[in-house]
């Protein structure tokens, strides 16, 4: 079962959690996809969403592609959620480590998510720690990106249907690091789960 362990509810009253457990199991409007840019869904993240979303996932992602083409970092594509407990997947590239610019691309991609969720009109998405797996993406500097992107995007677009963004890692280390680095980015004392900041 998936486990609240940190939230923080900004000033205008929406909230970011770190949730431990697994994101296939998030009853959310739209579960992010830590995918490539050819939405072939093989191994890691992809993989479990694929294989617990079904067939109808990868058929869709097919589709997107021939009409669209290789999914750009900032412009992530979507497709319907299969048999996940979602009504959207959002299909973000994030980068490969080492192949140049990765910080800009990795805030692209976790931006790009943001507000095509808003554009769906959704109100709750779930993120996992996009380009740390396979990609090879440091996890302490992927985590001051993504927390400081969530944080910048709800400052910048006050009026978003958004309401809730969660970052869902499978990992105890994981969850470690994005606590530590929740912890910077919204100035939260330690040993607090819930917390209310002006950001």
């Known amino acids: 079962m998936n486990q609240l ?39 890691g993240v992809a993989g479990a969403i694929s294989l617990n979303g079904g067939p109808q996932i990868q058929v869709e992602s097919d589709a997107w592609f021939e009409q669209h083409g290789p999914v750009q970092h900032d412009s992530p594509a979507y497709t ?5 407990p979602c009504r959207y997947l959002i299909h973000a590239v994030g980068p490969v480590w080492g192949e140049g610019d990765e910080d800009v691309k990795l805030a692209a991609a976790i931006m790009g998510a943001l507000i095509l969720a808003n554009r769906l009109e959704l109100n709750s998405i779930a993120f996992p720690a996009i380009s740390t797996g396979i990609f090879g993406f440091p996890k302490e500097r992927a985590a001051k990106i993504i927390l400081k992107v969530f944080k910048d995007y709800f400052g910048e677009f006050p009026d978003t249907r958004l309401e809730l963004v969660r970052l ?27 917390i209310e900041s002006a950001g």
């Open 168 to 194: 869902t890692l499978f990992d105890e280390e994981s969850v470690a690091v994005y606590l530590q680095a929740a912890d910077l980015e919204f100035n939260i004392p330690n040993n607090n789960q819930m």
């Open 5 to 43: 362990v940190r939230e923080v509810v900004l000033g205008s009253g929406k909230s970011i959690q770190i949730i431990s457990g697994d994101i296939t199991e998030e009853h959310v409007d739209a579960i992010v996809n830590a995918a490539n840019a050819y939405l072939q869904h093989g191994g």
């Open 80 to 84: 319907g959620g299969g048999e996940l």
